[in-house]
């Protein structure tokens, strides 16, 4: 590829653009303000900041929060559903649940409301067999119905239509010569799996994010193309993936988790190179934290996501876990006299005492601000006003000087992190000492290797811009397509050569669909993998097969192994069957040079402070030498006490912890256990 | 810090949230691996760190099946007790014992339970406990709710605490006997692995925690855990205006004897303690209706859990709770009454008293009662497509009670329970069934300031074959009770279709073996919540809305909410 190629990501906070010149190996950057509710003025404010001429752009890749703001917010479009009669309230009905385990309130918002939700007579069986046929006159009239009521989109979900989807598909084709647009989602066009709840709310997520999609990336695409870029704008997906903006919003549901997905693609892209392709990403901004598990070199994807309390999206996405702390979360001693940080959140308005935007109530990052961990000089006045604040929410109840309590904050905000990321890691078998942690987000790198140690974790990788990784992730991340197909069937009456046909004829499709894609990629892989059990159980082992042609005895070796791993115990009593076969087909892409993500330029030859100050570890002061770190040579050697500041974030060496560098300009922490 | 203690505040902290992800880990892994469906999917069980000495509840999953809090310290007390009084044999490293007695600090015989020490040095350090519910335990109906049961023998196989592992090896003799005496036996052994694998993943996690912070660090945590949760709690009865507060809640019939059962509370605080007083309640009863000790405490410290969901789940936070007036009552039966219907219903009736008192005493923070049952309604035959029998589950959920500052939510779980119901689909798979609805049960909802949620309203037809229906549900007599001038919520009502001949069952809400053929239809309609507050208080905008969206019709809305 010969001309630039450019990875922006819409934030919460701050729209992030990277530049790469593969050509000169030349990397430019900005970092502006977001742009809300329209977020391409952001963008296009990036582009200007960092100089560039869209005209010189050879590709724009996309990361954007326009869909998870739609559904977080319930900012949607106006959408109406057709059902099968006897069944419209299923999207409201859900599956018997409440918000939390205990509690008996709480509030339930169905996607599409009632008067909405309309019902024609149609049925299948649950072997795809007409029960009823479909009444078309009735359908028309249900169309005109929602149609008349303004409803900009639309969604036709029959029962059972995954296994014969005959009467969704005669319906959307009515539906199509009625509906004044093409915002029309089958249910079964999306996710083609029983479960009419999960199926009906990802159809009707989809559809009410559509037009909204489709009208933010045309208007960010003119605009883009006014100022000279002529090339195809690309999306990142939520499984890692990108798609053309041309194609993006027919599966505009697939785009809700695409934020956190390209941090995890920067963390796959710089462990590749960093020789460390097995890390636990540890993302921590300002109201939560991300951790997602990467083994050997390859993205976690899931196709069972719920994005908040009932709402399934059953498409495949990386597999990113979300705690509620963040550098905004509140710390309070409770009723018992037992210290408690978060989940509340003093979010970024008013925000931590030390923002002195009116946050009355101590936060993580007051915390790290009263242990010198952040430089105080940076918050002013508001610095005192965090450590009055911290000596009388946490010091005063608890009989604490201010700095104990602040690094009291500090050690449960860990042990909580340090939960979700076990959950991530050991609950599913893995062991943390075969890890790094790749930590990056504003806050991840305050907190990064005191969370190692805690999890026992011999190595932290910063990357060269922890603050910019998400924009990253789009440069990086390769074009990637998803398939599954459920069989369901016990292992020894498998027809495997209906098994190859299937895994063979996935693979064929998405090859197909990334030739279409016109870009360019160094090769095309496939990965087989099987979602297996033992007949009778309802939850699923994923299973990597080594081709697409697996014996019957591969598969059943492989799930015996993967089952001992994670359970502890064998099953010979019972036979092991197969429910899916899956195949990811990812084009990649030329490997970006990373090394200039800190200008070399600015470079010494020997790391040496700019300053020192004092920091608190384990119950003292200690003058600790910062600095600043792109003035770090390329391989630093330096043993903690120490802070290394950057533009976007601050990294803490505890006492002992060695840093050494790679080429890359990635910091690696060996953390001593 | 003051007082005996010396840990200090922070690796406090670390300890308790270290050892609740111990259990919500041994939750998960149960779960995944389980076979059962009533395990892996509607995760009806529950997992926890018990203590040595006495049994008491140190700690357990955040995840677990609400009913089984503290339940299983007062089995692992049975069982500490025993071992102690030269019962039950002593236990060796790697031995996992099995119970589901009832009158040995159980529920019903359905939930089985495993325990495991744990060694320190050479001692029991703690117990490690989880319970299962067992699709079937044997018994006279397939699953064990019967709803007519009269004595417990009839309700299946009774297992006093006996090694199921000894040394870390299954014991087939004692397997052998209980594969002999349950249905559908052969997938169990997954279960059972399941359930041990659990304890197993539980004790490694542990001992890793016990390593990193040492065993008397560890141990005095503990205490003061203990301690602390007792604080909070009694911080939390504070907030409680002193004074005595009455609520009755009733079970329609006991599923024999065809009368309510009443449950009748006085709660009382008094300086930080506060007492529950079921004097007055209806006697042991005939039918299945009958609760068992360690479940009516468990109920109240469900309840109360519901109330302040802050209180870690703790022995401590039960220390100043005090349940009196059971005895000689249908919540302290003994055997050989039949229980089955105890976890399920009773539990519901009894946290429902608990609400409906105590709104009245800080009507911020509880709801009017919600639906309250688990809506089982059992289905069994055979396929003569497959040739094969299948015993069929739906479980359904019913309105929550509206709440000061919002209206309840529709087909909320049990009480009781955190079970997802079933998909229509897979149910369809499964069994020669069609559903001809499942919608929203409209009108159901109590009137109030803020209504009651609504219930569901499904029906199904049997396509092939004949099969025996049965019911256990409640709230069939009268519907959830309104609060603070609010309407209860919508009965439960069950109907059989023969044709176009519609029955509706003697007890209501509860019937066995009822015969159904091709065609033959049931439907039921599930209890809408209490309202709260009076419906004249309601902004108007809500009613319209309500009627807009057909949740009730015009004519309901004007003799529900008068001018409004």
Known sequence: MAGLVAGVDVGGTFTDLVIFDPASGGVRLAKVPTSLPNQAPGVLAAFEAAGADLADLDLIVHGTTTTTNAVLERQLAKTGIITTAGFRDVLELGRRTRPQAYGMSGRFVPIIPRNLRLEVPERMDARGRVVTPLDEAALRAAVGTLRDEGCEALVIHFLHAYANPAHELRAGEIAAGLWPNGYITLGHALLSEAREYERGVTAAVNASVQPILERYIARLAGELKARGYTRDLLVMNGNGGMVSAAHVAREAVKTVMSGPASGVMAAVATGRRAGMPNLLTYDMGGTSTDVAMIRGGVAPVSNEIEVEYAMPIHVPMVDVRTVGAGGGSIARVDESGMLRVGPESAGSTPGPVCYGRGGTRVTISDANLVLGRLPAARFGQAADAARAAMAEQIGKPLGLSVEAAAEAVVRIANTHMAGAVRMVSISLGADPRDFALFAFGGAGPLHAVALARELSVPKVLVPARPGITNALGCVVADLRHDFVRTLNRPLDALDMAEAHGVLAAQEAEGRRLIAEERIEVRDIRAEYTADMQFVGQTHLLRVALPSATPTRDQLQCLFEAAYHARFKVELPEIRASVMNLNVSVTGRRAELDLSRLIDPVGRRATAEPQATRPVWFAGAWVETPVYWRDHLPLAPDLTGPAIIEQMDTTLVVDPGCRVTGDADGNLIVGVEA | ?564
């Open chain 2, 1 to 564: 810090m003051k007082g005996l203690f010396m840990i200090d505040p922070v690796t406090l902290a670390v300890i308790q949230a270290g050892l609740q992800q111990v259990c919500d880990e041994m939750d998960l892994t149960f779960s995944r691996a389980a076979f059962s469906p009533v395990i892996a999917e509607a995760d009806d069980r529950s997992d926890g760190i018990y203590s040595a000495e006495d049994g008491s509840l140190i700690a357990q999953g955040s995840k677990g099946l609400p009913v089984f809090v503290g339940v299983m310290q007062f089995s692992t007390r049975t069982l500490v007790q025993r071992i102690r009084d030269g019962i039950t044999a002593a236990p060796e490293p790697g031995d996992i014992y099995i119970v589901n007695d009832p009158y040995l600090g159980g529920t019903h015989l359905m939930d089985v339970r495993f325990a495991m020490p744990v060694w320190r040095g050479g001692r029991i350090w703690c117990w490690l406990s989880n319970t299962g519910h067992w699709p079937d335990t044997g018994g006279m109906v397939p699953g064990g709710f019967s709803a007519s049961a009269i004595s417990a023998e009839q309700e299946g196989l009774r297992l006093p605490p006996v090694k199921l592992f000894k040394k870390g090896v299954l014991d087939a003799e004692i397997w052998a006997i209980i594969q002999s005496n349950i249905r559908v036996a052969d997938q169990r052994i997954g279960d059972v692995k399941a359930q041990a694998s659990a304890l197993m993943v539980g004790a490694e996690r542990l001992a890793q925690l016990m390593d990193r912070y040492g065993d008397d660090t560890v141990t005095e945590a503990v205490a003061r855990m203990r301690d602390l949760a007792a604080r909070q709690m009694r911080a939390m009865i504070g907030l409680i205006p002193e004074g005595s507060y009455r609520a009755e809640a009733y079970v329609d019939s006991d599923g024999v004897v065809n009368e309510p059962l009443t449950i009748a509370l006085t709660v009382t605080r008094k300086g930080d303690a506060l007492t529950f007083d079921f004097t007055g309640s209806s006697a042991p009863c005939m039918g299945p209706m009958n609760s068992v000790r360690a479940t009516t405490l468990s109920s109240v410290y469900l309840a109360m859990r519901h109330i302040f969901p802050d209180v870690p789940i703790s022995a401590g936070a039960f220390e100043p709770l005090h349940v009196t007036g059971i005895e000689g009552t249908f919540l302290d039966a003994h055997y050989p009454r039949p229980v089955s219907g105890c976890a399920a219903e009773v539990s519901q009736r009894i946290a429902e008293a608990v609400f409906a008192a105590l709104v009245q005493a800080i009507p911020d923070r509880v709801t009017a009662a919600p639906a309250g049952t688990s809506g089982n309604f059992g289905l069994g035959g055979t396929d003569p497509e497959t040739g094969a029998g299948y015993v069929m589950y739906q479980i359904s959920g019913g309105g929550y009670g509206g709440f000061a500052g919002g209206d309840g939510i529709a087909n909320g779980c049990s009480t009781i329970g955190i079970s997802k119901a079933p998909p229509v689909e897979i149910m369809e798979q499964k069994y020669p069934v069609l559903y001809r609805r499942y919608a929203l049960h409209e009108g159901s909802g109590g009137a109030g300031q803020w209504r009651g949620g609504f219930g569901l309203d499904y029906e199904i037809e049997l396509l092939r074959g004949t099969a025996r229906a049965s019911f256990v549900m409640d709230h069939g007599r009268s519907g959830p009770k309104g609060a603070l001038g609010g309407q209860d919520g919508a009965v439960n009502r069950v109907e059989i279709h023969y044709g176009d001949q519609v029955t509706i069952p003697e007890h209501l809400s509860k019937a066995q073996d009822i015969v159904l053929a091709p065609g033959d239809r049931v439907r039921v309609r599930t209890p809408g919540g209490g309202g709260y507050g009076a419906p004249g208080s309601r902004d108007p905008r809500a009613v319209a809305e309500d009627v807009a969206l057909g949740r009730y019709t015009a004519e309901q809305a004007a003799l529900l909410w008068p001018g409004r």
